[in-house]
């Protein structure tokens, strides 16, 4: 099956710099990749998401990038708010199937 | 994005109590919704995937009769953890997909269970 790795499990940084997560995944036929937020108490919430024709996608601050022969998605996040602290996720899955591996998760801490 | 309800977002019970915990699509019909458990820290866990008018399918590990899913609509899937012991006390959160072509799934905001 699917395997999705993700690090770092923890990233601090200061308020206005730039936050980068990186995953990596095993199979090859994934071709849906998700990024979810989860704050303290909450269900996850879809921040971004990037299907495998395409190489990069951007949000405002938030951007996503893949590299499909190299099996790897990164999350970028610019000019970081305290708001942005939470847990990241990030997930792949393949077809219309929709049963999303996920990574072990980076907690985003923002320092004001 | 679509909206998925989760009800209740917290629960207190006695050991060998049962708890049902309801996942509602409010703005789309979901044919496969998802349950998943959270411990502390730690990743998404999936427990089982149900889909409209079939038996869910759970993963390996996961025991069906301690963990009753029913998904009688197109909008609303429960999760019945029954004989509930202190063990079982976790986040448990639901996902729902739209019945549509799209791929995303929609989390509930979850909830916390608590066995005494």
């Known amino acids: 099956g699917e395997n999705v790795e993700q690090h770092p499990s923890t990233l601090s940084v200061q308020e206005g710099d730039s936050a980068v997560i990186k995953c990596t995944y095993s199979d090859s036929a994934s071709n849906y990749f998700p990024w979810y937020k989860q704050e303290l108490g909450k269900g996850p919430q879809l921040i971004i998401d990037i299907r495998s024709n395409v190489g990069e996608k951007k949000d405002q601050r938030i951007a996503v990038t893949l590299n499909k022969t190299a099996k790897h998605f990164s999350l970028h996040i610019t000019e970081t708010q305290p708001e942005d602290s939470a847990v990241y996720f990030c997930?792949?899955?393949?077809?219309?199937?929709?049963?999303?591996?996920f990574g072990r998760g980076t907690s985003l801490i923002v320092h004001p | 994005g679509a909206v998925v309800s989760q009800h209740p977002s917290r629960v207190i019970c006695k050991s060998g109590t049962s708890v049902k915990i309801e996942c509602r699509s409010l703005?789309?019909?979901?044919?496969?919704m998802f349950w998943y458990r959270q411990f502390p820290k730690k990743s998404l866990m999936l427990m089982a995937t149900s889909n409209e008018g079939s038996k869910a399918t759970y993963e390996q590990g996961v025991e069906k009769d301690k963990f009753l899913i029913n998904h009688a609509s197109l909008t609303l899937s429960t999760l019945t953890v029954t004989s509930a012991h202190p063990e079982d006390s976790s986040f448990y959160i639901c996902?729902?997909?739209?019945?549509?072509?799209?791929?995303?799934?929609?989390f509930g905001q979850g909830t916390r269970l608590t066995v005494v």
């Open positions: 996902s729902a997909r739209d019945q549509g072509a799209r791929t995303e799934a929609f």
């Open positions: 997930a792949a899955s393949m077809g219309g199937s929709y049963i999303p591996t």
């Open positions: 703005d789309f019909q979901a044919t496969t």
